[in-house]
């Protein structure tokens, strides 16, 4: 596993709910991340991790590779990759999110 592979894995795996995204929580650089965003307070969580890809080249590549998925945002949830902002909309409209995330619906 590369240095980047394993700095992406420490932080799925050190986090309960983790956003790779553009921008931050308070800033969102594109529609998408900032969709994503919404979507997470909407289902309460308040132990949210981001982390802003346009801040790391490295990141922003590995993180494509690490899910085998192309798109940012990616959500990770126990370790678990979710998906992307269209997922979690898809996901919070159908109740499945909240479940994930243990919210109270």
């Known amino acids: 596993m590369s240095d980047v592979q394993q700095r992406i894995d420490d932080l799925v ?8 995204m553009k921008g931050t929580s308070q800033f969102p650089q594109c529609g998408f ?9 909407a ?3 308040t132990d949210l991790k981001t ?6 080249d490295g990141i ?10 192309p798109t940012i945002p ?3 949830v126990n370790g678990e990759f979710v998906g992307g ?12 999110l909240q479940q994930a995330l243990g919210a109270k619906v």
């Open 74 to 76: 990616q959500l990770y």
């Open 51 to 56: 982390v802003n890809v346009l801040e790391d």
């Open 13 to 20: 795996k050190g986090h309960r709910v983790v956003l790779f």
């Open 85 to 96: 902002s269209d997922i979690m909309m898809e996901m919070y409209q159908a109740g499945e």
């Open 43 to 45: 289902c309460g969580v």
């Open 33 to 41: 991340s900032g969709r994503a965003i919404q979507v997470l307070k």
């Open 60 to 69: 922003r590549q590995g993180i494509k590779d690490y899910a085998s998925w």
